[in-house]
């Protein structure tokens, strides 16, 4: 009889060995270690018992049976963190709490270990020599430790099976199933140690934990007790180039379609019973972005981008019982949206180089005058503009200047804006007057230029008094070539138009241009502008060449700088951020 339980002792240790090895070789999940770890306890408790049963010596089988609560004080946290991690609060389970959850197990094998101390806990009596199963003596500890292990254990069981009620009737049976299974060795081990009958001489609660170690082990890498599949079959075409993963309500693979299995480079053996994210942080090679879910080395061009969708599942009762993720891959997708930004962005390089090679980088110092300019293209500038404007020396004692716009937008409205500003540069002169080098731009422009665009500006030639009169006025000569009027601002407060208004270039052989000569006094101010600052709107109201004018007038003790950025913040604050045309504007002030 002797000989038959210890057989069974040693069975039941070899047993629970071999499925703590299978656990450890699978490492499919996190909480594989935990449940690994419990079933190493249970196979040492069984193994120990048998040696106990075994032996006729007292003092050798007292040994044996102190060694076996090696596994008798381990199992209880082991379990309680197995729980934890199966019912998704593995973030409760840090090093803190293992080491709390370590100490009772230490100070229970200290007690034993100490001569003093170990009858506390067991030790088998006088008689125990004469008897084929003694019945082991309990001291006070012994009872300590029972209540320790009992309180984890409830504590455990009933945490996970009050997550597991709560979710839908399919983990329900598994909970019961579950329940009735750790039942069996927990009411073996109580009446062992509250010595009923025939289990006062013998403890099979590691024989029992055979069943629960198996149901767990089988529930935990076969899924077979929480069946989802058929829930989310209806959903998974085993033909979809899509990979689906579906996951029970702890996030744990339970199925996936061959795509998947393809994606991952694992069997299906290998996937499930893990945790999706676990094999996306393992993979090493994996991030989500603002695209999705993006696999591959970032160093290599084979990167895969994947549109993450995922999908609660339901059983018929209405509650969540897992979920569905299905990976879309958008790889080309996504590389032809890099590949139109990588356009859009060279467009927009190129469009803010050629629009900086529209204006000057700073103006000149101009003797006895303040410069001061503005250049905004229209919308988010993206797109290239016609707006240009220049100021440049003709001789020591004259400035050239020129404010203009080509019709349209685009490249090629882009390429007469530089054909007109670099060709009025060549030919302009001190000695000629604006209005003889306009005819003689237009008719370059008319040889160089196939397009139907014309361009409209004002070119003129700028004077500064001497340099020992400072009361002397700035003379400026000027061309209209269809361009809208400049506006002077006086020393009364008065603002003019300046000009004779004249034929825009790149029409006809022979326009009509004339010249028209401005004097401005010390003070005085010159306004040119492109019709960007004018047909600036609000609604169907334009800004306008009179709220122009307001604004001299309300800012002309400004210097020249100050009036260009409140006139254009006035226009913003009209129209918006974004105006509708390109705006150039150049401001001349008589110091």
């Known amino acids: 009889m002797l000989t038959l339980l210890a057989s069974l002792m040693a069975g039941a240790g070899l047993v629970l060995a071999a499925l703590a090895a299978y656990v450890a070789w699978r490492r499919g999940t996190r909480m594989g270690w935990s449940l690994a770890v419990m079933l ?15 032996v006729s010596e007292i003092p050798v089988k007292s040994m044996w049976g102190d ?15 197995f729980v934890l991690q199966y019912t998704g609060r593995g973030q409760l389970i840090t090093r803190r709490l293992v080491a709390l959850l370590a100490v009772p197990p230490v100070a229970a094998m200290v007690v034993l270990a100490v001569p003093a101390t170990h009858d506390l806990v067991r030790f088998y009596p006088d008689t125990a020599g004469t008897e084929e199963l003694p019945i082991v003596g309990t001291g006070p500890a012994f009872w300590v430790i029972f209540g320790y292990n009992n309180l984890l254990l409830v504590a455990a069981t009933a945490l996970f099976l009050a997550s597991m009620v709560r979710l839908a009737r399919t983990y329900r049976r598994m909970a019961m199933v579950l329940l009735a299974s750790a039942l069996l060795p927990w009411a073996a081990n109580i009446l062992h140690n509250l010595e009923v009958g025939w289990f006062a ?25 929480v069946d989802l599949a058929p829930l989310a079959r209806s959903a998974v075409v085993e033909s979809m180039a899509d990979a689906v993963f579906v996951l029970d309500a702890f996030g744990r693979i339970v199925d996936v379609n061959p795509a998947a299995v393809a ?180 008719t370059a422009l008319l040889a160089q230029t196939e397009s139907e665009r014309h361009c409209t500006l004002v070119h003129g030639h700028l004077r500064p008094p001497p340099a020992g009169d400072p009361g002397a006025s700035v003379h400026i000569t000027l061309s209209l070539a269809g361009h809208h009027w400049p506006l002077r601002l006086t020393t009364s407060g008065a603002v003019d138009e300046v000009g ?74 009209f129209h918006g951020d974004e105006l509708g045309d390109d705006l150039a504007m150049l401001v001349v002030k008589r110091l």
């Open 40 to 54: 190493v306890a249970v196979a040492w408790w069984g193994t120990a018992y048998a040696v106990e049963l075994s």
């Open 67 to 81: 060694l076996k609560y090696a596994g008798v004080v381990t199992l209880a946290p082991a379990w309680l963190v």
């Open 201 to 225: 001489r013998i403890d099979l609660t590691p024989f029992a934990f055979i069943v629960t170690g198996g149901l767990l082990v089988w529930g935990l890498f076969e899924e077979r007790l």
């Open 263 to 442: 994606l991952a480079d694992r069997s299906r053996v290998e996937l499930v019973g893990r945790r999706l994210l676990d094999l996306v942080e393992l993979s090493g090679i994996a991030e989500v972005g603002p695209s999705g879910l993006v696999l591959g080395d970032p160093a290599s061009d084979d990167r895969r981008t994947f549109d993450v969708s995922q999908q609660p599942l339901m059983d018929v009762s209405g509650r969540t019982a897992g979920e569905l993720v299905v990976l879309r891959e958008v790889t080309d997708r996504v590389r032809d949206q890099q590949h139109l930004q990588d356009v859009l962005d060279d467009r927009s390089r190129v469009a803010a180089t050629l629009q900086a090679s529209m204006v000057p980088a700073r103006l000149p110092a101009v003797l006895g005058c303040e410069l001061a300019s503005r250049y905004v293209p229209a919308g988010d500038g993206g797109e290239i503009g016609g707006d240009f404007l220049d100021v440049f020396a003709l001789d020591e004692e004259t400035w050239g200047f020129v404010l203009g716009d080509v019709s349209g937008k685009g490249a090629e409205a882009a390429a007469v804006s530089a054909a007109t500003r670099y060709t009025l540069r060549a030919l302009a002169a001190a000695d000629a007057s604006p209005a003889v080098t306009l005819r003689e731009v237009n």
């Open 500 to 573: 004779t208004l004249g034929t825009a270039l790149a029409l006809f052989d022979d326009p009509e241009l004339h010249d028209a000569e401005v004097e401005l006094a010390p003070g005085e101010v010159l306004v040119m502008f492109t019709d960007g600052l004018l047909e600036a709107r609000r609604g169907r109201d334009e800004f306008g060449a009179e709220r122009v004018a307001d604004m001299l007038r309300t800012h002309r003790d400004l210097s020249a700088e100050e009036l260009a950025g409140a006139v254009l913040e006035a226009v913003r604050a």
